[in-house]
Each structure stands twice: as structure tokens, then as C-alpha cells.
């Protein structure tokens, strides 16, 4: 499945954007045309991420659908039916894009179409699994459960992202201080004190030598530092979305020490999490894998999906080819056959999903342990070489006096 952007007229003469997923351009606009829209513009894009708001309004993120999970479950479950449940979320939900799009399902099931549809229509603001779980759950009559379900899905997700972002952030910072501490050293406290040695007529050693020739070069040329690094920070992240880029980064951040562990293992409770998910409402397995290949983010991982998907259609186990694309750890591999032999893979996947999302957490932990130390040595280290260049002539005037 691919993922078109469109543009189109509707019946009632207002011009709406979005995101929809179709096999083909021509299925899509059949889709659109269905609906008695005027199609201005259909084209297949990449790197769309669902949960944005293609007007330009706040990322919906996975907290947010968790709560909206949560609230329609409770209102459901108290007699609600699901036209006045929605009119009720639509006045209560704090995400604005969350608002528009639930008030715009409300608008579509109110004249009868279902809610899988009508949120379907919504141009990717909401996930396909959460579509996928809408439409199990009405043909089951479990509508409630679905969200439960969901609401439970976007919670975990939530959490491990949260973990790694947790994890990241702090160093990130310190990198950034750090480059700002260079910098202001190099343009500003390096020249004061070099004059001031140098109108004192005094020799100084190799190490400060080193320091002012650095700053020097600082002070001359720190416009094009700031371009060079500008152009390396934008001309990466144009690459990076690119599809050899997307190949590249994706490898490179799973053989980062560390950081690679953390990826893995958040891959793999994503995995678990999602497929036992979709198992259980009754989703059959090649759509399962599907959909969580496209809930991956690296892209490594959304090919072994792929590929997997293709070798299930063909007969064979979900865990042969979890082991032998070789990103997956062995005990995930084991664990997926010995449910596919007992027949229970939503217990066993789940139990994966329960053991990794709580791996992550110590894997971040782990993470921050090892990285805060090995930053802070290396701001030691250059504030301590800039402290001992700037103070030795210093030190060498005042054995000279006395």
C-alpha cells in the first residue's frame, strides 16, 4: 500500500487536503470520486507521518490517541452510543487537529457510514492500525474492546518513546553546551588574554601557541564555521530523507553502541505489542505484519516486515523470516515459534511485547549511564586543555617576577 496526497473539491464546494492510503493512484482516485469529490490533485508521497494535520496544526501524538482511546471506551461502555460519543470527544479533546478530524467522523457516521470509513477519510490523521482495529471491532460487534485494546497500544507506544527521548535528550544538551563553550572560549576569553600576554612581551609555551592560532582562526573565519556546519547539519538531513539516505541512517543507527541495543529492542516491542493487538481482534496475520511494518521507524525493519509478509503468503512460519533477515534477537525468534506451534502467538507475543517495553526502559537507563560520564570527561577534557594553555604564561610571568 502507498500513501497519496490529495487535494479535492468536496460536494459542498470546500477545498480539503489529505493523506490516503491505495494500492494504486487510480484506486485512490476511485476512492475520492466515490465520495463525489472533485479531484484537483493526487500524487504519491513519502514520508508523511500519520497524526499530522496537513493545515499545519499540532502533532497528534500517541498520548494524545491513548486518551481518546480511553474516553471513547468509558463513554461507550456507559450506554453512549457511538454518533453521541463522538459529539461528546469533539467538545472535549485538547488537541486542536484531534478535534477537527473526530468532529469531521461525527459529521460522516451521523449520515450513516461507518466509523472505519469516516475515519478513513480522514487523510492519515488517524493510524491505519487504529482504522484496521475500528473495522474488526464493528464486524464483530466489539467496537468497545477495539478502543480498549487501541487505547492500552498507544499508551506503550507513548512510553517507549517517551524512554528514548528521555534517554537522548540530556546529551544532546550537553553536546550543544559544550559547542557553545568552544566557541565563546575561542571568539571571546582566548583574544583578552593572548593581548594581554603578548603586550607583556611574555613567551609562551606550545600548548597555548596551539590554543591561539585556533582562536585566530576562530575569529576569522568563525562565519564560515557557521556555514560549513549549517550546510553538513541541512544537506544530512536532505539526504536522510532520501530513500538511500533512509538505507543508510537506518543501518548506521543500529550499529551506534548503545543507541543500535535501544533501536533493536524498541523494534521489537513494537512488534509485539502491535501484532498482538491486531491478532486478537481478529486482523489475519499478512495484514498484521503489513501494518506493523509500517509502524516501524527504521527502515531496515520495515523491509524485514515486508519481506516477511511475502515469505507468510507463501506458506511459511512467521518466524522463519524474523530469524533469517538476522535484525531480530533469538529470543524473540524463539518465542514467535513456539506460539506458532502451541497455536497461542498473541500470549507469546504479547509476553515479547510485556518483556521488551520494560528492556527498553533499562536499555535507556543503561544508555544515559554510559553517556553522561563519557560527555562530561570530554568537557573536562577541552575546558581543562583551555584552563591549563590560558593560565601557564600566566604561571611562567609569575616565576619570572619572583
Not at 9 to 23: Q, R
Not at 108 to 137: C, R, Y
Not at 357 to 364: I, K, S
Not at 368 to 394: K, Q
Amino acid at each position: 500500500m502507498a500513501q497519496f496526497a490529495y487535494r479535492v473539491l468536496t460536494p459542498a464546494g470546500k477545498e480539503k487536503k489529505g493523506v490516503l492510503e491505495a494500492k494504486s493512484r487510480d484506486q485512490a482516485m476511485t476512492m475520492l470520486k466515490n465520495d463525489k469529490n472533485t479531484v484537483i490533485s493526487c500524487n504519491e508521497t513519502t514520508g508523511v507521518r500519520k497524526g499530522l494535520n496537513l493545515k499545519g496544526g499540532k502533532k497528534i501524538t500517541p498520548r494524545d490517541f491513548s486518551v481518546f482511546c480511553h474516553q471513547f471506551h468509558s463513554i461507550n461502555q456507559a450506554g453512549v452510543s457511538v454518533v453521541d460519543s463522538f459529539e461528546m470527544l469533539g467538545d472535549q479533546t485538547d488537541n486542536e487537529s484531534l478535534t477537527q478530524a473526530i468532529k469531521a467522523v461525527h459529521k460522516d457516521i451521523s449520515k450513516g457510514e461507518t466509523l472505519a470509513h469516516a475515519m478513513k477519510k480522514q487523510g492519515g490523521v488517524f493510524p491505519q492500525m487504529l482504522i484496521n482495529m475500528v473495522e474488526a471491532g464493528e464486524a464483530s460487534g466489539s467496537l468497545d474492546k477495539a478502543f480498549e485494546r487501541m487505547a492500552v497500544q498507544f499508551e506503550r507506544d507513548a512510553a517507549v518513546q517517551q524512554a528514548v527521548k528521555k534517554a537522548v535528550t540530556y546529551p544532546i544538551v550537553l553536546i550543544v553546551v559544550l559547542i557553545g563553550v568552544i566557541f565563546a572560549m575561542m571568539i571571546f576569553v582566548v583574544p583578552t588574554f593572548m593581548s594581554m600576554f603578548a603586550d607583556l612581551g611574555t613567551d609562551m609555551p606550545a600548548t597555548t601557541m596551539v590554543l591561539v592560532h585556533v582562536s585566530d582562526f576562530f575569529v576569522a573565519w568563525w562565519w564560515l564555521i557557521l556555514i560549513i556546519a549549517a550546510a553538513i547539519f541541512f544537506g544530512w538531513k536532505a539526504y536522510a530523507a532520501t530513500d538511500s539516505g533512509k538505507e543508510v541512517t537506518s543501518a548506521l543507527a543500529l550499529k551506534l553502541p548503545v543507541i543500535g541495543n535501544v533501536k533493536t529492542k524498541s523494534a521489537c516491542a513494537r512488534l509485539g505489542r502491535t501484532m498482538c493487538t491486531l491478532l486478537s481482534a481478529g486482523v489475519a496475520m499478512t495484514d498484521a505484519i503489513e501494518i506493523t511494518g509500517r509502524s516501524m521507524e527504521n527502515m531496515l525493519f520495515k523491509r524485514a516486515m515486508r519481506d516477511a509478509k511475502e515469505q507468510v503468503m507463501r506458506g511459511l512460519p512467521l518466524s522463519k523470516p524474523l530469524k533469517s533477515c538476522g535484525l531480530f534477537p533469538p529470543m524473540i525468534c524463539h518465542m514467535v515459534a513456539i506460539g506458532e506451534e502451541t497455536g497461542n502467538i498473541e500470549t507469546m507475543l504479547e509476553n515479547v511485547a510485556n518483556y521488551y517495553e520494560e528492556d527498553v526502559q533499562l536499555a535507556t537507563e543503561q544508555m544515559m549511564t554510559l553517556l553522561e560520564p563519557a560527555i562530561i570527561v570530554v568537557m573536562a577534557v577541552v575546558v581543562g586543555y583551555m584552563a591549563i594553555a590560558i593560565f601557564s604564561p600566566m604561571f611562567a610571568l609569575y616565576d619570572a617576577l619572583s
